[in-house]
């Protein structure tokens, strides 16, 4: 019996296509599962509204479901707007693995003379960091460096 416990979990093993190593649930954008009459409707929200991912991730989804053979539609959803406060905790911590800094918590950006914010290093944990480039490797994410192992690493943009 298919049951949304089971569709979520099964969930976890679609991968994002930008950052492999994060699971769609993983990042936050599989936004509700509704089961009716045993047809599975998923409903994801891209991380920005241009997301080019985003079609191939709802290919992934029906393909993979389809493999085990369950009957899968996926609803696309703008509103509310992603934000990266639905980045989950394993998340945020397979991103720091992979080397890419996850969001820190921001100051609301309209504060104009605020103190920057401060992005860790995820390789050495150092603070002594700076900004790059606002643009990283996808619209998503800054580039940064490190002062004190020298490493460059991505870091994965605070959006709320």
Not at 81 to 95: P, Q, V
Not at 118 to 143: E, N, W, Y
Request: proline share 7%; net charge negative.
């Amino acid at each position: 019996m298919v049951t949304e416990e089971l569709i979520w979990t099964l969930l976890e093993e679609v991968s994002d296509p930008e950052i492999p190593v994060l699971s769609i649930v993983d990042l936050g954008i599989v936004r509700s599962v509704n089961i009716v009459d045993e047809k599975v409707e998923i409903t994801i929200t891209p991380t920005y509204s241009g997301c080019p991912a985003m079609k191939h991730i709802e290919q992934a989804i029906i393909e993979f479901l389809a493999e085990k053979n369950i009957q899968a539609s996926v609803v696309l959803t703008l509103s509310p707007a992603w934000t990266t406060d639905w980045l989950s905790e394993s998340g945020k911590n397979k991103l720091r693995e992979y080397g890419i800094a996850p969001p820190e918590n921001e100051v609301d950006k309209s504060v104009l003379f605020a103190a920057p914010t401060i992005v860790p290093c995820p390789l050495c944990a150092s603070k002594d960091t700076r900004m790059i480039s606002q643009f990283g490797s996808t619209a998503c994410k800054a580039h940064y460096q490190c002062s004190a192992c020298m490493e460059p690493f991505d870091y994965f943009k605070c959006l709320k």
